[in-house]
């Protein structure tokens, strides 16, 4: 399951695919209708693979959380976020037996599992082993494009 160029964009619906670095932000796909947008350095971004969800023990990885969801339920679907909230904690006890449920909301919940069904329709779920680059150097090389961008001259025409 390759999550590091998958965002979560505060205020917008969905996930969002990394597509292009611009000199003021980037441009993402979304996952739900394929439409681009251009997203500022101001706004509010998370990527997937940085994303933790607390247990009693440690924070568990968001991939690793999808991974478990991917084991569980074969790499299909998996329950809608539209259910109650009781059957979505019973469900989740399952797949995440320690998470905390003082500091882990139902909405939380509700936001992993719509996460997980977003990226199972666009086949981007497995129950392999999940292979992500550290978070800093992921942010390194996009903290890199968006300087080599911005440094490289731009084309003058002479007359």
């Known amino acids: 399951?390759?999550?590091?160029?998958?965002?979560?964009i505060s205020g917008k619906p969905g996930l969002f695919e990394?597509?292009?670095?611009?000199?003021?932000?980037?441009?993402?796909?979304s996952l739900l209708d394929g439409k681009k947008i251009t997203v500022g350095m101001k706004s509010n971004v998370s990527l997937l693979s940085e994303i933790s969800m607390y247990t009693h023990s440690e924070e568990k990885p968001l991939v690793e959380i999808l991974r478990a969801i991917a084991v569980k339920e074969n790499e299909g679907p998996t329950l809608s976020h539209k259910e109650d909230n009781a059957k979505l904690l019973a469900y989740f006890v399952e797949v995440v037996p320690d998470y905390d449920e003082d500091r882990v909301y139902p909405s939380d919940i509700k936001k992993v599992l719509n996460w997980y069904n977003m990226l199972q329709a666009k086949g981007m779920v497995s129950k392999e082993e999940p292979k992500v680059e550290n978070a800093e150097s992921v942010k390194d090389q996009v903290v890199e494009e968006v300087k080599a961008?911005?440094?490289?001259?731009?084309a003058t025409t002479k007359k």
């Open 18 to 29: 990394l597509k292009v670095q611009t000199r003021s932000g980037f441009v993402a796909e």
């Open 1 to 8: 399951m390759n999550v590091e160029k998958i965002l979560a």
């Open 149 to 154: 961008k911005a440094e490289k001259p731009k």
